[in-house]
Nanobody
Framework: VQLQASGGGLVQTGGSLRLSCVGS????????IAWFRQAPGKWREGISC????????YYVDHVKGRFTVSRDNAKNTVYLQMNSLQPEDTAVYFC?????????????????WGQGTQVTVSS
C-alpha cells in the first residue's frame, strides 16, 4: 500500500503548481483522499479533500478559490491544482487516504500517508 505525492517545486508569488497523488497496492477508488500541508515550525493542517465519486470536495477558507482538487480513479490519481500561490503556501504537502464511503473530511481518520512534496513560493 503506497501513496506517492509529486509535483512540488519552486515558484514565484502568483504562480501555479499541480500536485499529484498516485496510489498503488490497494483499491484506490474505495477511499476518499485528503491533502495536508506542514510549514516549517507549524502544525500539519488539512487543506482539502475529495470523496470517492468526486461528488464532495472541501477546501479550507484560505485556499478556497485558489486550489482545486480532482481525481481520476482510472489512473489511481488525485490532483491538487494550486493557483495564485503565496509565500504562506510554502510547505511540504502530503496526501492521505480516508476510509469514507460517502463524502470526505480533513478531520477524519487517515489510513495511509504519502511521503510529501515540497512547495516553495518565493516573494
Amino acid at each position: 500500500v503506497q501513496l506517492q505525492a509529486s509535483g512540488g517545486g519552486l515558484v514565484q508569488t502568483g504562480g501555479s503548481l499541480r500536485l499529484s497523488c498516485v496510489g498503488s497496492g490497494f483499491a484506490f477508488d474505495d477511499y476518499a483522499i485528503a491533502w495536508f500541508r506542514q510549514a516549517p515550525g507549524k502544525w500539519r493542517e488539512g487543506i482539502s479533500c475529495i470523496s470517492i465519486s468526486s461528488g464532495t470536495k472541501y477546501y479550507v477558507d484560505h485556499v478556497k478559490g485558489r486550489f482545486t482538487v480532482s481525481r481520476d480513479n482510472a489512473k489511481n490519481t488525485v490532483y491538487l491544482q494550486m493557483n495564485s500561490l503565496q509565500p504562506e503556501d510554502t510547505a511540504v504537502y502530503f496526501c492521505a487516504t480516508e476510509n469514507m464511503l460517502a463524502g470526505c473530511s480533513i478531520n477524519g481518520r487517515m489510513e495511509t500517508w504519502g511521503q510529501g512534496t515540497q512547495v516553495t513560493v518565493s516573494s
